[in-house]
């Protein structure tokens, strides 16, 4: 199988994108986890300004089909020396599963994370058992297991008042005022 990777831009592509978002959400989680029209133009629009290094592709077959959709961002911190990258969500097409295309997306991955000098790549995958497949594919990949994953929801106005913790206040340099 012949595959082409072509990057989507949030300015050009974005019913495209929001086509594959839908599919991978429905499979992982439900189709109440589909963003909302809203939803998704609000997070298009935060990619569309460009504030944070952010990339979509599209792997596609030698007939144009769609095999497989995936993500990918930039973040930094020391422990991992530096930038480096996220692969936020992959998509892989039913029809081509077990065929090599999730190999295929990892290569491009790889040798997209030399480009920008990122020493790795970090990828989540669902807890639940029945994503047990997808963990063994990124450990057969290469991936380790680096510890559990957490988030917290940021509501938008807090529902009880509460005393949040003070920020601190940047330090005035020795002898400065």
């Given amino acids: 199988m012949s595959l082409k990777v072509s ?5 050009r592509d974005g019913a495209e994108i929001a086509r594959y978002l839908r599919l ?6 439900g189709p109440a986890a589909v963003l909302s029209a809203q939803d998704f133009e609000k997070a298009l629009g935060q990619w569309a300004q460009g504030a944070r290094p952010h990339w979509a592709f599209l792997m596609q077959d030698e007939s144009a089909r769609g095999v497989a959709f995936f993500t990918l961002a930039e973040s930094f911190a ?7 990258g996220i692969l936020n969500e992959l998509w892989v097409n039913p029809e081509v599963r077990s065929e090599g295309v999730g190999e295929e997306v990892i290569g491009f991955c790889v040798q997209f994370a030399r480009q920008r000098g990122w020493e790795r790549i970090d990828v989540s995958a669902p807890p639940d058992a029945a994503w047990d ?3 063994a594919f990124y450990q057969k990949r290469g991936f380790t297991f680096t510890g559990r994953k957490l988030k917290i929801l940021i509501p938008a106005t807090p529902a009880t008042p509460a005393t949040p913790a003070t920020p601190a206040t940047p330090a005035t340099p020795a002898g400065g005022s």
Avoid: K, M, P, W
């Fill in 7 to 11: 990057e989507l831009s949030a300015q």
């Fill in 78 to 84: 020391f422990f991992a020396h530096g930038s480096y």
């Fill in 133 to 135: 497949r997808t963990f």
């Fill in 24 to 29: 991978l959400y429905a499979e992982l989680f």
